[in-house]
């Protein structure tokens, strides 16, 4: 085996994927082979095992066992593994330009919660937040006991508390466009490719950017986009208790929905003050939203 390298998937199209070979810098454009199977084509995270090519590039030959993977269902009830091996979901929303969507940030939160993965919050454009917004977020989520970082990548505030958090976590990167995800890869040294990556998304083929940032003993790679991290269908007891706010709740009914159910703790909790009323409105929204 001594004439393969093993490498990292760092983002996958509909018949390449870019790679990252250990020890070595840049990404590298592979082809995927047939005789690999549907069953087994990689997905970012997943660890392999390739063959140089003369003249360049690479051909995947093994894929390494996975450790963990992060799966969704479609809306046609079928399974997509997305990730493996990963650890932590890194959410980013900007306080202004585009504004904070609560309902977004608290979907990808609860999608981390339901995969048993470890979700990082990360704030940007502190320099545009309006007047006591930056504190309101702040505290509200870490209030809920999720680690929080406030970063402007442009200018270094707080990309070496970022580079520490990751050290020793396999992580994905996900946040609407606009945010600053590509500014965060930047200001932590990872490597960029806008490459000739096809993607099909809603009927069309579209060319990705492939990102990734080796820190110590860890990795964050950027994600396929907000919309491959939908719940799908979900009980209401599911959906509940991947809000720790709400989880912790316990109603006169133990199937209450908690929208107009009786002696609803959750309902008085938020008259109350105790749980915010931006996460109440998210779990209603997404539990409408379920299939």
């Known amino acids: 085996m001594s004439d393969l390298c093993r ?4 983002a996958v199209g509909k018949n390449s994927a870019w790679l990252s070979l250990d020890g070595v810098g840049g990404l590298v454009l592979a082809s995927l082979r047939r005789s690999l199977g549907k069953r087994s084509m990689p997905v970012p995270g997943d660890r392999l095992w390739v063959r140089p090519l003369q003249g360049g590039g690479v051909v995947i030959e093994r894929l390494e066992a996975r450790e963990s993977s992060i799966e969704r269902r479609t809306p046609e009830g079928r399974s997509k593994t997305m990730a493996a091996n990963v650890d932590t979901l890194v959410v980013v929303s900007s306080f202004a330009d585009p504004p904070v969507r609560t309902l977004t940030l608290d979907q990808l939160v609860a999608f981390a919660a339901l995969h ?3 979700p990082v919050i990360v704030f940007t454009k502190p320099d545009l937040a309006a007047d006591d917004q ?3 977020l702040v505290d509200l989520y870490r209030g809920l006991g999720y680690q929080v970082l406030v970063i402007n990548p442009k200018r270094g505030e707080n990309v070496e508390a970022l580079r520490l958090l990751l050290a020793g976590r396999a992580a994905l990167l996900v946040g609407p466009s606009g945010v600053g995800k590509s500014s965060i890869f930047r200001a932590l040294g990872g490597e960029a490719v806008v ?3 096809s993607r099909r998304g809603l009927g069309r083929a579209t060319t990705s950017t492939a990102r990734l940032y ?3 003993d860890g990795f964050l790679i950027d994600s396929p986009g907000v919309a491959d ?3 799908g269908p979900l009980a209401c007891a ?3 208790g991947a809000f720790v706010d709400l989880a912790s709740r316990r109603c006169r009914f133990r199937d209450c929905r908690h929208l107009e159910e009786p002696d609803c703790e959750v309902r008085r909790a938020v008259d109350g003050g105790q749980i915010a009323q931006s996460r109440y409105d998210s779990y209603c929204k997404l539990l409408a939203e379920s299939p």
Request: aromatic share 4%.
């Open 214 to 216: 080796r820190g110590t």
């Open 229 to 231: 991290f939908g719940l």
């Open 238 to 240: 599911q959906l509940a």
């Open 195 to 197: 490459g000739e990556l």
């Open 134 to 136: 930056e504190r309101v």
């Open 116 to 118: 048993e993965v470890e």
């Open 7 to 10: 490498a990292l998937v760092v």
